[in-house]
């Protein structure tokens, strides 16, 4: 079976996906993807559905977890991509003095976002011996435009520097992280 032995319906779902797959290509493509993965995740699991029932209730049914699906998936990659970015930052952070500054950058293999880069220092020490943590202050430096900076605390878990804040940045992120 070719492409134009497939309904209507499907060829454009195929194009759809086709499209979507193709943006995941292209960095600086997130807001198309937080805007159209859900549309076209409806329009694609409706063309599914419309192949395997007639009924418009069971049809809506399957668009509509489809839709769901498509969305938690993208918020989770969303979440992989900003812990990655945390991680990166905690490691920058993590073997430097109080008032030491070094520079952090983020490489995405899934250009969901775009790279970012900065610079990353030590305000104070906290914590103890036992649970050895950090307050860092960050920026995030982009091209043209004045940094932006975020407080953040960091610990070290055996020989890694993990990020600790709960809630790093809402305005950067909105509710994924």
Not at 26 to 42: F, H, P, Q, R, Y
Not at 145 to 166: E, H, L, M, V
Request: aromatic fraction near 4%; hydrophobic fraction near 45%.
């Amino acid at each position: 079976m070719n492409r134009s032995d497939l309904p209507l319906h499907t060829s454009r779902a195929v194009a759809v996906l086709s499209a979507a797959a193709l943006c995941l290509s292209a960095a600086g493509c997130s807001s198309l993807l937080n805007e159209g993965t859900a549309a076209g995740a409806g329009i694609a699991g409706a063309a599914v559905a419309g192949a395997v029932t007639d009924n418009a209730a069971v049809a809506t049914g399957i668009g509509l977890g489809v839709q769901a699906g498509a969305r938690a998936a993208l918020q989770y990659s969303q979440r992989r991509v900003h812990a990655a970015a945390q991680d990166r930052i905690a490691q920058a952070a993590g073997g430097l003095a109080v008032d030491a500054v070094a520079d952090w950058k983020t490489d995405h293999a899934v250009p969901l976002e775009p790279a970012e880069h900065g610079r990353v220092t030590v305000s104070r020490e906290i914590g103890g011996k036992s649970l050895p943590c950090k307050e860092i202050l960050f920026s995030v430096d982009e091209e043209g435009k004045p940094s932006a900076f975020y407080i953040a605390a960091i610990c070290r878990d055996g020989q890694n520097w993990k990020w600790a804040t709960a809630e790093p940045a809402t305005e950067r992120w909105g509710s994924l992280q």
